[in-house]
């Protein structure tokens, strides 16, 4: 398997847990979005095991964020 095999499976991978386990529970609203505007509220009250929350349900999108951001910058080399 090459490199950009990898990464696409990788890349398959978050975005299936960014759409499963970074939005659970869906309703009434999806977590992790609740957990952000928690956060840019200024995080009142917020305690350790909602700060390790929300790194958990954001986990798959912070890695579905920056494989996106590794697979624009090689196909920016590649052009070139």
């Given amino acids: 398997m090459d490199q950009t ?15 499963t386990l970074g939005l659970a529970p869906f309703f009434p609203e ?12 200024g995080a009142v009250g917020m305690k350790a095991w909602d ?4 790194i958990f349900h954001g986990a798959p999108w912070f890695m579905l964020i920056g494989l996106l951001i ?3 910058i090689n196909l920016k080399s590649m052009k070139k």
């Fill in 5 to 19: 095999q990898k990464i696409n499976s990788w890349l398959r991978m978050a975005v299936i847990g960014s759409l």
């Fill in 70 to 72: 590794y697979k624009l």
């Fill in 51 to 54: 700060w390790f929350d929300f």
């Fill in 30 to 41: 999806p977590h992790i979005w609740g957990k952000l505007l928690w956060i840019m509220g």
